[in-house]
């Protein structure tokens, strides 16, 4: 699985060298090569190892961007954008080398446009950023993937999260980027209006592709007013079947649900110890209902009587701020809270999504399995659009560790793959999901390799994600390198 895939690439000596030089003119103090802020460009939030780069640029407007891609684009280096790193399967790693562009300080929101619900940003803003932002207009951003991700990183690994069973995902939410393309151009890809047919949808090429065509400069995305009215709560159920039908039941009646989250039976215990809560210990859902008093109460009735059919306890829900956010600060934490079960091992966090009427069906069997292997590893899902995550904890210490843990995903992802699912719902291919995406989409991943030699002949951008290149054989002979 992942680490076949992560060893390091071919370097391009020659070309990081002149490179190098060139950006330490150009930027001087912001532009850093030690160690320590390479290792925080490549640090990643699973056990995939770190492959550093050999620079780090602090972009500060979209000319320092061109720039650097236009020195990276004249020597052949790879360019690899950085938001907050949170990413999951070591899409931020340097597999060959080359420069770390840090969007920390490109930050700012550049316009809100209120009466048209929508806003364009720099992609160095995180989502609690904007929010905070916006809070005064009535209006929210509701992409919300846990973690505080940068908008950038969100849109090029076309994130969802908690709100995506009501608001869709990052593909929904985006209606134009602007990006720096291979000869340093920057382009933009659509204009503000809700609708288009003006040919190819190159916005929803660039979403997703995790920064392998160009580099993100800007992005406009959609808003959603503030609801009069929100209201959370959780409900237990005897097993995750139970939890998965009642899941299943709301989305199919057309419950018009906020969030609706599964947690199982261990993953519950560990948010009970870490985050200092009561909770019954047995699989839970997580709800969040937005609307008006009156249809916040109906939702939460229609809710109560489907949980009950389904064999689920009371519905235990409040409209009370302090005490929902406390309910979703415990399912954000609950990657520290997995963690603190074990915090000797290492973790490993993979996600995959079926068809909803398959959910119960594949967390079911998901959970035998880990059973059946002795593994400890919570399940959470986004289970209102049948996205589930697993984190497993193991030793990376030993071989024996890691192929334990690596035959699992792979048992996990086939799974899924059998139920018409996909590999992942949110976290991206990465590095740690190419074999899986070849498994999913066959010859489509050679069209993908076309439409990445088509815009980024040299193969600058981010390379070693997504899959690998045919054109590593004629890139060595670029070079005058040995074949790979």
């Known amino acids: 699985m992942a680490l076949t895939d992560t060893k390091a690439g071919i ?56 720039t650097v891609v236009k020195a990276c684009a004249e020597h052949k280096v790879p360019v ?31 316009e809100v446009n209120a009466e048209d619900l929508d806003c364009t940003v720099e992609p160095g803003v995180t989502r609690e950023q904007l929010n905070t932002y916006l809070r005064d207009t009535g209006l929210f951003f509701p992409i919300d993937p846990g973690a505080n991700a940068s908008i950038g990183g969100m849109a090029s690994t076309r994130a969802s999260g908690t709100n995506a069973v009501r608001y869709g995902t990052m593909k929904d939410n985006v209606l134009a980027v602007t990006a720096v393309t291979a000869n340093g151009e920057e382009i933009r890809t659509a204009r503000r209006a809700r609708k288009s047919s003006a040919g190819y949808d190159l916005t929803r090429l660039f979403v997703g592709a995790e920064g392998t065509l160009g580099v993100l400069t ?31 039941m709301t989305i199919q009646m057309g419950v018009p649900v906020a969030r609706i989250e599964l947690l199982d039976a261990v993953q519950m215990r560990a948010c009970n110890r870490y985050s200092g809560l009561t909770y019954d210990e047995r699989p839970t859902l997580f709800l969040e209902f937005h609307g008006t008093d009156e249809t916040v109460a109906l939702q939460s009735a229609q809710f109560a009587e489907i949980a009950s059919e389904c064999g689920g306890g009371e519905f235990l829900w409040t409209s009370n701020l302090e005490e929902r956010n406390k309910l979703w600060k415990a399912r954000h934490d609950a990657y520290w809270a997995s963690r603190a079960l074990a915090p000797e091992l290492a973790a490993l966090s993979t996600d995959v999504c079926v068809p909803i009427s398959k959910l119960a069906e594949c967390v079911a069997a998901t959970q035998a399995d880990i059973e059946e292997h002795g593994l400890l590893a919570p399940i959470v899902g986004h289970a209102g659009d049948g996205n589930f995550h697993v984190l497993v904890l193991f030793d990376d210490k030993t071989p024996e560790g890691i192929a334990v843990v690596e035959a699992f995903v792979a048992r996990l992802n086939g799974r899924a793959l059998a139920m018409e699912g996909t590999c992942t719902g949110e976290h991206g291919i990465g590095q740690g999901k190419m074999s899986f995406l070849e498994q999913e989409l066959g010859g489509a991943v050679d069209l993908m390799r076309q439409v990445k030699q088509a815009l980024d002949p040299d193969a600058i951008f981010n390379p070693g994600k ?13 070079l005058g390198l040995p074949p790979a």
């Open 11 to 66: 370097r391009n000596e020659a070309g990081i060298a002149a490179v190098l030089g060139i950006l330490k003119q150009a930027f001087g103090e912001r532009f850093q090569t030690g160690e320590s802020f390479r290792a925080q460009h490549a640090h990643t939030t699973t056990y995939i190892p770190a492959q550093l780069p050999d620079g780090v640029v602090f972009a500060e407007t979209s000319a320092d961007v061109q």
């Open 80 to 110: 690899i954008a950085f938001g907050t790193g949170s990413s999951l399967e070591g899409q931020v790693n340097a597999p060959q080398g080359g420069i770390s562009i840090d969007f920390s300080r490109m930050n700012r929101v550049l």
């Open 218 to 248: 800007s992005v406009t995305l959609r808003l959603q007013g503030i609801p009069q009215k929100i209201a959370g709560g959780t409900c237990a159920f005897p097993n995750v079947k139970a939890a998965c039908d009642a899941v299943i």
């Open 466 to 478: 997504i899959f690998h290149s045919h054109r590593k054989m004629e890139y060595c002979q670029d």
